[in-house]
Structure formats: structure tokens, C-alpha cells
């Protein structure tokens, strides 16, 4: 039994929401797909047609107050009907049997109540027609497609935009909603985990990520996430990622990074189709200093 839930924001879902419900079908257990817009102050075209898009076990809402990215997730979980539930980012497409790799995947594994299946992310292979989209895109396909170095500590770097967990794990384990930045709630969520008796397994299943954004968007949104990196870091001094592990091991680091102008470092990220991405890590090292408490 499976409950699919995706959060929305500002997305126009309906190409996902009639994949699923194709795979919906074939499947031989009960299954609900639950689709929460977390109150777009635009919400696309798809809103309007939703009829269309509903049938059996198929829920379409539209939240009156926007929750966040944690606490929408929560909620999702709560009005879950099913033992098994898998998140779903709105803008990842799934392969024409993602949802039967998932429930094999269950059946494999004995464990499944303290179970945490990834099914991880990929892009296109090719760069899309934009070019303002290339930045994010090459990202994208460099630094979080599967099949790139995991690390080695499987919790360090989770990512919550396609998993499948145990109802009963998400309700004992639920997001931190006092993380009410853009960014890095799911890495912190899954840092949490580390010392819980939860299987962490990673399983051929990604969707593919369409929400592109153009350069400006993304390096703002990169920019948001580093602020939050730096508040969520105060209040849990556990939390780690490469760049704050690059950050406690080499002092002299952000001092170098100041060498080189923000500026600079946007107008070269922004104005080429295949920028060298050090220079992004090098602009979130200067965020990260700078916004980092004295």
C-alpha cells in the first residue's frame, strides 16, 4: 500500500499527476496520489482544470496559508492514508515504472519499517535550448545527478526530492519546521537520522529534475541557501557539508575567496554556457564567511 505526496509551489503539475496516475493503475496494491500547492500567490493553469486531472485515490489541494518547505511535507504525511510513503518533488519525472522499482524495492528489504529508500535525481543528457538555463542545468548534471560520488557518509548529503520512508519513520522523524529558510532542511532532516536505527538504502529509481531556472534565479536561490546553511549551523553545530567542512579544516579559505569579486564571479557564472563550477564554490565560500556570526 503506497501513498505518493507532492508538494507544489508555483508548478504546473498536471503532466506529473497523469504520469502517476497511468502507473497508479498497473499497480496491484491500494495506492492515493495527495498534490498540496502550499498557497502559490500565482498558481498555473493546471488549478483551473483539476477536474480533469482527479480519479481514484487522487487528491488535489490548495493550502490557504503557506506551511514552508518542511512543514508542508509534514502535513502531507499526517493526511497519508497508506504505511508506505513516497515524496515527490513536483517538478521530477518519473520513468514509466517508477512506482513498481519502489514497491519491489520494499519487498526486497525485510527492514521495511525503519526503512529509507532513495531513488535519487538525474537531468537530461543534453543542455537545454536556453542558455540562461545552462548554469543550472550543468550543476545539476555535475554535482547531483546519481551515479556521482555518494558520499560516504549516506545521511550527509540527503536530498528529499524523491524517497520513499515508512509513515511511521516520517511521523517519529519529522522535517524541522523551525527551518523556515530555503535550503538545506532535508540535509539537516537527514543528519538527524545518523544515529537512529534507520537502513539507508540508495536504488536505481531517479526522476528526472525539469525546474530549470535561469542563472539569476539559481544563483539566488544558491545564495538563500548558503544564509540558511549559516542559521541552521548555529542552532545545530552537527550539521556539515563540504563547505563547511572545507571551511573548519582550512581557516585561510574564506580569505581567499575574498580575493576574487562577487561580481566578478556572478558576471563569469552567468555570461558562459559551461562556466567552471569552482567559481560557484568559491562564491558560496564568501557567503558563507560573510555571513557567518563573529
Known amino acids: 500500500m503506497l501513498s505518493i505526496c507532492v508538494p507544489s509551489y508555483e508548478y504546473d503539475v498536471a503532466p506529473l499527476v497523469l504520469n502517476l496516475r497511468t502507473q497508479m493503475a498497473r499497480l496491484d496494491v491500494p495506492c492515493e496520489l495527495l498534490v498540496y500547492d502550499d498557497a502559490s500567490p500565482r498558481v498555473p493553469?493546471?488549478?483551473?482544470e483539476r477536474a480533469k486531472l482527479t480519479g481514484p485515490g487522487i487528491e488535489l489541494k490548495r493550502l490557504p496559508q503557506n506551511l514552508g518547505r518542511a512543514a508542508i511535507r509534514n502535513r502531507l504525511v499526517r493526511d497519508a492514508r497508506y504505511p508506505n510513503v513516497l515524496l515527490l518533488d513536483a517538478d521530477g519525472w518519473p520513468g514509466d515504472h517508477f512506482l513498481q522499482n519502489y514497491l519491489r524495492a520494499v519487498r526486497d528489504h525485510r527492514t521495511a519499517q525503519n526503512l529509507l529508500l532513495i531513488g535519487g535525481r538525474t537531468y537530461a543528457p543534453s543542455?537545454?535550448?536556453d542558455p540562461d538555463l545552462h548554469l543550472h542545468w550543468w550543476y545539476g548534471h555535475r554535482r547531483e545527478s546519481t551515479g556521482h560520488a555518494h558520499r560516504r557518509d549516506p545521511f550527509a548529503g540527503f536530498q528529499s526530492n524523491n524517497f520513499l520512508a515508512s509513515r511511521q519513520l516520517l511521523l517519529d522523524h519529522s522535517f524541522p519546521e523551525t527551518a523556515v529558510g530555503y535550503g538545506h532542511?532535508?540535509?539537516l532532516w537527514g543528519q538527524q537520522l545518523r544515529d537512529q536505527d534507520i537502513t539507508l538504502a540508495r536504488i536505481d529509481n531517479p526522476v528526472i529534475h525539469l525546474g530549470l531556472e535561469p542563472a539569476n534565479t539559481f544563483l539566488s536561490k544558491q545564495h538563500q541557501a548558503i544564509d540558511n546553511l549559516v542559521r541552521l549551523r548555529v542552532a545545530h553545530p552537527f550539521l556539515t557539508t563540504s563547505l563547511t567542512r572545507l571551511?573548519?579544516?582550512a581557516p585561510f579559505a574564506p580569505f581567499l575567496a575574498r580575493l576574487l569579486p562577487e561580481r566578478w564571479l556572478v558576471r563569469y557564472l552567468t555570461?558562459?554556457?559551461r562556466p567552471n563550477l569552482r567559481a560557484?564554490?568559491?562564491?558560496k565560500l564568501s557567503w558563507y564567511n560573510s555571513?557567518?556570526?563573529a
Open 280 to 283: 560557484l564554490d568559491i562564491l
Open 45 to 48: 493553469g493546471w488549478w483551473e
Open 185 to 187: 532542511e532535508d540535509t
Open 247 to 249: 571551511t573548519d579544516r
Open 291 to 293: 555571513g557567518r556570526p
Open 271 to 273: 555570461g558562459r554556457p
Open 127 to 129: 543542455p537545454p535550448a
